[in-house]
Nanobody, 127 residues
Framework: QLQLMESGGGEVQPGESLTLTCSIS????????VGWFRQAPGKEREGLSC????????LYADSVKGRFTISKDFGKKVVTLHMTDLKPEDTGIYYC????????????????????WGQGTEVVVSS
């Protein structure tokens, strides 16, 4: 049975870094496309980054490009999101998700591409 668990959230100051981890069980890592999303208070959940089954393709939203890095560790069965130069607007609940069978890489920042979600981990960026 597929299970996702996010961890690594916390409170940091602007400019600091944080790494989130999505632990995946119940599926082979080379069979899952994985995305990271963020839901800020009072806002829609937005796609931040994704990595494909083979990890050959990684995409980023413009808002995080150059600051966030997604990685897939097949041995540890985790997908990490390393976040640098964090800003107050990065505050929110961060979710990882696994893509559906009809996953389209070019659309990987869209919620409809994902059929299974973790419970989320909170990130607060505040001075």
């Amino acid at each position: 049975q597929l299970q996702l668990m996010e961890s690594g959230g916390g409170e940091v100051q602007p400019g600091e870094s944080l790494t989130l981890t999505c632990s995946i069980s119940g599926r082979r890592m080379d069979s899952v496309d994985v995305g990271w999303f963020r839901q800020a208070p009072g806002k829609e959940r937005e796609g931040l980054s994704c990595v494909t089954k083979s990890a050959l393709a990684r995409l980023y939203a413009d808002s995080v490009k150059g600051r966030f890095t997604i990685s897939k560790d097949f041995g540890k069965k985790v997908v990490t999101l390393h976040m640098t130069d964090l800003k107050p607007e990065d505050t929110g609940i961060y979710y990882c998700a696994v893509g559906t069978d009809w996953f389209v890489t070019a659309d990987c920042l869209m919620r409809k591409q994902y059929g299974f979600w973790g419970q989320g981990t909170e990130v607060v960026v505040s001075s």
